[in-house]
């Protein structure tokens, strides 16, 4: 049906669908491109989506060209649309930023320990990251123990609870302590178990021997 179509028709119903494109909108294309500051997407609608490099979320120190090549799939949340020049912003990273969210309300929820890594101290915490979203641990929740220099904690990757999640305020606090202490807590009943179990043990081979 659409090989009847006239080139006027088909224009019209392009510009149709190009209509109907909106910020907010989720969308997969495969790589048509990749410059030294973006990558070009072939979408659907006859034409390119953009992703700049800082759209991209890109690990550190890589280039697109190092973790995509021509002819990927790649998904991405539409930005911005310009109509009269036919191009489609596109951002991975608000994608994978959502996604990641997501997970530590997730981990909240179910009170489940996450992996984090420590980027910056400052004298009453740290920042740290899980992905593409940054959490803060106070001074008081990275140790059972008195911190003394919050500096020694940056580069260690620490087991954490979500403490606070407040997406309105944008503000994420974790507690390294708590994971500490319910392992200590752990210990220490596994301990006395233990002992527990040694004396009872002794005592009915003292019982046996009489």
Aim: a negative charge; zero cysteines; aromatic letters at 6%.
């Amino acid at each position: 049906m659409t090989n009847n179509l006239t080139m006027q028709e088909l224009l019209e119903q392009q510009e149709q669908e190009f209509n109907q494109v909106k910020a907010g909108q989720i969308i997969t294309g495969k790589i048509s491109k990749i410059s030294n500051d973006e990558v070009v997407v072939e979408l659907n609608y006859g034409f390119d989506g953009v992703i700049k490099n800082e759209e991209l979320n890109l690990p550190k120190g890589k280039y697109a060209s190092d973790v995509y090549k021509v002819g990927d799939e790649i998904t991405a949340v539409i930005t911005r649309v310009y109509q009269k020049d036919g191009i489609i912003n596109l951002s991975k990273l608000q994608l994978d930023e959502k996604a990641d969210y997501s997970d530590l309300e997730k981990a909240f929820n179910e009170h489940r320990i996450l992996t984090v890594q420590v980027e910056k101290a400052i004298e009453r915490g740290v920042f740290a990251k899980h992905n593409t979203q940054t959490l803060f641990i106070p001074i008081s929740q990275l140790d059972t123990k008195f911190v003394e220099k919050t500096e020694n904690y940056v580069g260690k990757n620490l087991e954490v609870y979500i403490k606070e999640l407040d997406a309105k305020k944008n503000r994420i606090v974790a507690t390294h302590r708590e994971v500490l202490q319910e392992r200590l807590d752990k210990e220490r009943e596994e301990r006395i178990a233990r002992i527990k179990a040694e004396k009872e043990a002794e005592r009915a081979r003292i019982k046996a021997e009489k």
